[in-house]
Antibody, heavy 121, light 113 residues
Framework: EVQLVESGGGLVQPGASLKLSCVAS????????MSWVRQTPGKTMEWIGD????????NYAPSLKNRFTISRDNAKSTLYLQMSNVRSEDTATYYC??????????????WGQGTLVTVSS | DIVMTQTPSSQAVSAGEKVTMSCKSS????????????LAWYQQKPGQSPKLLIY???TRESGVPDRFIGSGSGTDFTLTISSVQAEDLADYYC?????????FGSGTKLEIK
C-alpha cells in the first residue's frame, strides 16, 4: 500500500524558514517523480513544484521558485520542501504527491494526508 | 500558464440523479504526439486529502466506481456522475498536466439534497 506521510508543519512567523518532509512507503521511491501541492484555507489548489526520480531535475511554479526548494533523499525514501521567507499567503495545507507513472511526470496518483503551515506573528 | 475554469462552483442534487460538471482550459490539452488529453479529475471529501478519479481525461483510476465518467477533448471537459450517491458529497477539481506549471481549477462543490 502506497503511503505518503508529511510532517514539519506548524505555526511560523513571517520571514522565517521551514522545512517539510514526506516519508514514502509501499513503492520504490527512486522510480517516481514527486510533487508538492498546497491548498489554501479557501480551498484553492496550487502546484508548487516537482522533482525527478533521481533528484537531478526540478520544476517550480514561477511565483514560488525563488523561495521554495524541493529535494529528495532516495536512500531514506523522503521528499523535502524547504520554504524560506514565508508570508501570510503561504498559509495552507501542504501535500506530498506521487506521479502516476514510473519514470514520468503526470497526474497525482497518490496524496499524503497533508501538513498545515500557518504563517502568523 | 494554462487557466482552468470550472463550473458550476457548487450544485445540489438528489441521490440517484445524474450530475455533470465542466472544466475548460485556456489552451488545448490534447498532445499531438499521442492524441491524449492531459487532464485529471480529483475528488476531495470533507476532511480528507484529494483522491485521483480520472486521468488522461477519461481513464478511470483503479477502484473508482464506473458511475464516474470523464469526457471531452481539447479545451472542454466534463465529469459526469451517472447516479449520485450520498458518499459522493465532495469537492471536485480538474487539473492539467499538459505543461508546466501544472494548474488546477477552482473546484465544484457537490451537495446532496
Amino acid at each position: 500500500e502506497v503511503q505518503l506521510v508529511e510532517s514539519g508543519g506548524g505555526l511560523v512567523q513571517p520571514g522565517a524558514s521551514l522545512k517539510l518532509s514526506c516519508v514514502a512507503s509501499g513503492f520504490t521511491f527512486s522510480d517516481y517523480w514527486m510533487s508538492w501541492v498546497r491548498q489554501t484555507p479557501g480551498k484553492t489548489m496550487e502546484w508548487i513544484g516537482d522533482i525527478k526520480y533521481d533528484g537531478s531535475y526540478t520544476n517550480y511554479a514561477p511565483s514560488l521558485k525563488n523561495r521554495f526548494t524541493i529535494s529528495r533523499d532516495n536512500a531514506k525514501s523522503t521528499l523535502y520542501l524547504q520554504m524560506s521567507n514565508v508570508r501570510s499567503e503561504d498559509t495552507a495545507t501542504y501535500y506530498c504527491t506521487r506521479e502516476g507513472t514510473m519514470g514520468m511526470t503526470d497526474w497525482f496518483a497518490y496524496w499524503g494526508q497533508g501538513t498545515l503551515v500557518t504563517v502568523s506573528s | 500558464d494554462i487557466v482552468m475554469t470550472q463550473t458550476p462552483s457548487s450544485q445540489a442534487v438528489s441521490a440517484g440523479e445524474k450530475v455533470t460538471m465542466s472544466c475548460k482550459s485556456s489552451q488545448s490539452l490534447l498532445y499531438s504526439g499521442d492524441q491524449k488529453n492531459y487532464l485529471a479529475w480529483y475528488q476531495q471529501k470533507p476532511g480528507q486529502s484529494p483522491k485521483l478519479l480520472i486521468y488522461l481525461a477519461s481513464t478511470r483510476e483503479s477502484g473508482v466506481p464506473d458511475r464516474f465518467i470523464g469526457s471531452g477533448s481539447g479545451t472542454d471537459f466534463t465529469l459526469t456522475i451517472s447516479s449520485v450517491q450520498a458518499e459522493d458529497l465532495a469537492d471536485y477539481y480538474c487539473q492539467q498536466h499538459y505543461s508546466y506549471p501544472f494548474t488546477f481549477g477552482s473546484g465544484t462543490k457537490l451537495e446532496i439534497k
